[in-house]
């Protein structure tokens, strides 16, 4: 298994990393929730920036991804647009959506962005062609706010964003029950064993879904959403919580 290094935080490797959202709407709100990210002791902090009132102003873009890099030093920034396809804030069209992972990827201020897989395997390659020009690694993603799909079909989306030369494939699913949270760990677990040469990142939603949220060094997913202030997906944890609890289950394994 290949392990993905963003300065210096090796994705795939050792304890899952944990990765705070921020869902700022304003320029003074994001840096404000960043400030209170660096304390915790965080490894990735992601800019949810579909929350973002100016998201459609590339200039005001750039300039708060550069704060924001000013603030966080050598955190490592996944830079995530997620569309309201999926469960986010904002619609967006495809070209302008390509467009916007382009452009932030040669800024050098991010060092992931999130491209959803199933936007047209034309726009995530040109996605990941322009990413990977810059250095910069590509989260392929895909959210199910609904349910679970069958473990089979969980694999076969992960393994379709691997073809599609992402670095890190990611899938969120809800659960309807318990069975549907083993469901997702048992897709993990066969996904590693048997398909993935990169890390992977799952996750079950939700209370039912939590403990799948601690237990990614167990099943093999290689990162975890925990929250500093509000949450960005339902079931985040708080950061700090996360970090005590992967920390006493990595010393027991
Ligand atoms: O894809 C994900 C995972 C997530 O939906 C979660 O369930 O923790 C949270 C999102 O912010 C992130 O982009």
Redesign the pocket.
Known sequence: MNSVVVRNVAIGEGIPKICV?IVGKTREEILDAAKKILPIGADVV?W?VDWYEDIFDFEKVEETAKQLREVLGEMPILF?F?TSKE?GEKAIDTPVYVELNQKISATGYVDLV?MEAFTGDDAVKAVVEEAHKHGVKVVA?N?DFDKTPAKSDIIYRLRKMQELGADIP?I?VMPQNKKDVLTLLAATEEMVDNYADRPI?T?S?AATGVIS?VCGEVFGSAL??GAVGKA?????MGAGELKEMLTTLHESL
Do not use: N
């Open positions: 959202p992601e949810r995530t997620r469960g999130d993603s959210h990611k969120a990142i996750m939603m949220r975890t959403f960005s997906a339902p079931g985040q």
